[in-house]
């Protein structure tokens, strides 16, 4: 089911994030957008993919350099 109610935090593009809840819990990126259910984000990943999470599992990333690996 599609939901296109607002969400609890608000990101920007270019926004560093990190997932804090879910089965890739830890993984680290940056904001792009969120998609048409505002409920979801796609965030370009440390690797270079670009993917679709659940905002509530994203948080901002705090203390982590990007460079750093």
Not at 4 to 19: A, H, I, K, Y
Not at 25 to 54: C, M, Y
Request: net charge neutral; charged share 20%; proline share 4%.
């Amino acid at each position: 089911m599609m939901s296109n109610g607002p969400v609890g935090t608000v990101f920007r593009e270019g926004d560093e994030v990190v997932l804090a809840k879910g089965s890739y819990q830890g993984t680290l990126g940056v904001f792009i957008r969120l998609k048409k259910d505002v409920n979801w984000a796609d965030i370009t990943e440390r690797n270079g993919s670009v993917r679709s999470h659940p905002v509530a599992w994203l948080a901002p990333s705090t203390g982590v350099v990007w460079g750093d690996q």
